[in-house]
């Protein structure tokens, strides 16, 4: 499986961006994916998640109201659309994927070690 992530950039403060992620490779039947993103120094931290029907959206407390996650099954696509950014939010970027959820609910999702495959990450960064 490839995680291709892309829409990454130079915004200002207050502007935004969306990032997409397209899947290729094998399929599986019910797979959530996951943003996460990596500011220099700091450990990998969750950003959103998206369960397989879209039915279900989690979010870390700084993200909430300024980020949205959606996701195109026929495409095999998952966006992030950020909002109001803020120079905090800059960082690289990573989509993942979790090919077989065990789990439905927030606690789940925020885990790194849940996700199966990585993207390549790309990078936001947000001037003040």
């Known amino acids: 499986v490839q995680l291709q992530a892309s829409g990454g950039g130079l915004v200002q403060a207050g502007g935004s961006l969306r990032l997409s992620c397209a899947a290729s490779g094998r399929t599986f039947r019910r797979y959530a994916m996951g943003w996460f993103r990596q500011a220099p120094g700091k450990e990998r931290e969750f950003v959103a998640a998206?369960?397989?029907?879209?039915?279900?959206?989690y979010y870390a407390d700084s993200v909430k109201g300024r980020f949205t996650i959606s996701r195109d099954n026929a495409k095999n696509t998952v966006f992030l659309q950020m909002n109001s950014l803020k120079p905090e939010d800059t960082a690289v970027y990573y989509c993942a994927l979790d090919s077989d959820p065990l789990d439905y609910s927030r606690s789940y999702y925020v885990k790194v070690r849940v996700y199966d495959y990585w993207g390549q990450g790309t990078q936001v960064t947000v001037s003040s």
């Open positions: 998206i369960s397989w029907s879209g039915g279900s959206t």
